[in-house]
C-alpha cells in the first residue's frame, strides 16, 4: 500500500523582529478548544496522478479561498509519527488572513446522533513569529517550522 502523502506551503513574510509564519487553525468541533499543537501549515493530500507541488498549491486556495504565487523552496520531506508523509515548500508572501473562506466538511454530529453536520475545514489563519509558531504547529510539523526558521537565519 502507498503512503499517505500531504502537500503543503509555510508562507512566511519578514518583519522588523524576524520572520512571521502562516499558519491555520483546523475547524470542527473536535479541534474547537485546541491551540497548543494544534495548528497547521495549510496541506492537504496529493490527488493520484497529481503534482506534489500543485497540491500544494490547490490544497491553500481551497483552505484559505484565495491563491498563491511566488517562488516556492522545498523543504525536507517531513514523515510523522502517524505515518504520513509531508512534503512542503516555503513561500514568501504577505497575505490578509482575517477572512479565511475554507471549503466545507461534514461529519455526523453530535457523535452516534445519526445527524450530519458540516463544518469549515479552516476556522482561523494567523501570522505568527517563530517561537509562537512552535507553540502552536502540529508536533509532526515541527521539523517543517525548524528548516525553515534555519533557512531564513541565513
Not at 509558531?133 to 508536533?139: D, N, Q
Request: aromatic content about 8%; proline content about 6%.
Amino acid at each position: 500500500m502507498a503512503r499517505e502523502t500531504s502537500a503543503g506551503l509555510l508562507v512566511y513574510r519578514l518583519r522588523e523582529g524576524g520572520p512571521e509564519f502562516l499558519l491555520v487553525h483546523p475547524g470542527g468541533p473536535y479541534w474547537a478548544k485546541k491551540d497548543a499543537a494544534g495548528w497547521s501549515i495549510p496541506k492537504g493530500l496529493v490527488g493520484e496522478g497529481e503534482a506534489a507541488l500543485a497540491a500544494a498549491r490547490r490544497e491553500f486556495a481551497e483552505e484559505l479561498g484565495q491563491a498563491i504565487a511566488g517562488e516556492a523552496t522545498p523543504l525536507a520531506p517531513c514523515l510523522t509519527a502517524g505515518g504520513k508523509l509531508i512534503l512542503a515548500w516555503l513561500v514568501e508572501a504577505d497575505l490578509d488572513v482575517s477572512a479565511v473562506r475554507s471549503n466545507l466538511f461534514e461529519m455526523e454530529w453530535p457523535p452516534r446522533s445519526g445527524r450530519r453536520a458540516s463544518f469549515p475545514e479552516i476556522d482561523k489563519a494567523g501570522w505568527f513569529d517563530a517561537e509562537t509558531a512552535a507553540w502552536k504547529l502540529h508536533r509532526g510539523q515541527q521539523p517543517i517550522l525548524a528548516e525553515a526558521v534555519s533557512r531564513l537565519k541565513t
